[in-house]
């Protein structure tokens, strides 16, 4: 199946200071992806939608200011997550679709941690 | 309101007992319903897309399948590696690039 990387799988950071979170399409191209915010034993929660080349789309009661996201490429899009504070840890996965397919292959996650 | 429950939250299994995984959908209009895998601190793996009701797919011990209201994932005969979190999610025909997901159940395999 295709395969999406993405980093860092954890990092740590100050309150105030930015982070910036990598997703690839490794061997296919994805003009749409996907990130998701997870909590301890919660489902996956949509937060936006990337789409190469132009803005990307937020979902309900996610801040855009906060959570930037930058899609410059067909196989990279970017998760900034601006001024951390300690609720916005969480684990945050992207996703991406293959041309042609229905399903979404998923990165293994970031573990955010805001001290 | 388009929703996904997962039943039950938690499962603990012997080694060899079989069992079933329950995911109820509310969607106007199913696109797909997707099972995933989800080990602790890592993304969720594909594991199945269903269509339309009465479809069925299997892989290895696992196999799913689909009625208009439900669909379930059965377990033959589990190992310990099936210990995971499962995840059910529907897509919904007006809005494709969204899945809806459920909040899982957490399997747990005894030897």
């Known amino acids: 199946g295709a395969v999406v990387s993405q980093h860092p799988s954890w990092v740590i950071c100050k309150s105030g200071t930015s982070v910036k979170i990598e997703c690839r399409s490794l061997?296919?191209?994805?003009?749409?992806m996907f990130w998701y915010r997870q909590f301890p034993k919660q489902s996956l929660m949509l937060m936006a939608t990337s789409n190469e080349g132009s803005k990307a789309t937020y979902e309900q009661g996610v801040e855009k200011d906060k959570f930037l996201i930058n899609h410059a490429s067909l196989t990279l899009s970017t998760l900034t997550v601006t001024s951390a504070h300690p609720e916005d840890s969480s684990f945050y996965i992207c996703?991406?679709?293959?041309?042609?397919?229905?399903?979404?292959?998923f990165g293994s996650g970031t573990q955010l941690s805001v001290l | 309101e388009d929703q996904v429950t997962q039943s039950p939250e938690a499962l603990r299994l012997q080694e060899g007992e079989s069992s079933s995984l329950n995911c109820s959908y509310t969607v106007s209009g199913l696109r797909g319903l997707f099972w995933y895998r989800q080990d602790p601190g890592k993304g969720p793996e594909f594991l199945f897309t269903?269509?339309?009701a009465g479809e069925e797919k299997e892989k290895e011990r696992l196999k799913a399948t689909l009625t208009k209201k439900e669909s379930f994932l059965h377990i033959t005969a589990p190992k310990p590696e099936d210990s995971a979190t499962y995840l059910c999610a529907v897509q919904a025909v007006y809005n494709t690039d969204k899945l809806i997901f459920g909040t899982g159940t957490r399997l747990q395999v005894f030897p």
């Open positions: 269903l269509y339309s």
């Open positions: 996703s991406a679709r293959d041309v042609g397919t229905v399903g979404l292959f």
């Open positions: 061997d296919f191209q994805a003009t749409t």
